[in-house]
């Protein structure tokens, strides 16, 4: 089970344990999938997030990116 670190407007942003480079979040919600890398915060992947939806995670990864990465890399030391 991976720990929720953020929600907002239903949206999970989630870091999973002994998870693989490069270090990234995943995020669930509304029934769609995403993953950013958190070093470059570009989009990995997307399974059915709109381009606005992807704009309103992103603003709120960059508010949090560097405790995102302290987090993740605490996890996959």
Not at 19 to 31: A, L, N, Q, R
Not at 44 to 62: P, T, W, Y
């Amino acid at each position: 089970m991976s720990p929720t670190f953020y929600e907002f407007d239903g949206i999970k942003i989630k870091v999973h344990a002994r998870d693989h480079s490069p270090p990234h979040i995943h995020v669930e919600g509304k029934g769609h999938e995403a993953r950013f890398d958190l070093r470059t915060l570009e989009l990995m992947s997307n399974s059915g997030f709109s381009r606005a939806d992807i704009k309103r995670i992103l603003d709120e990864i960059q508010i949090r990116a560097v405790k995102l990465l302290e987090l993740w890399e605490a996890y996959n030391e």
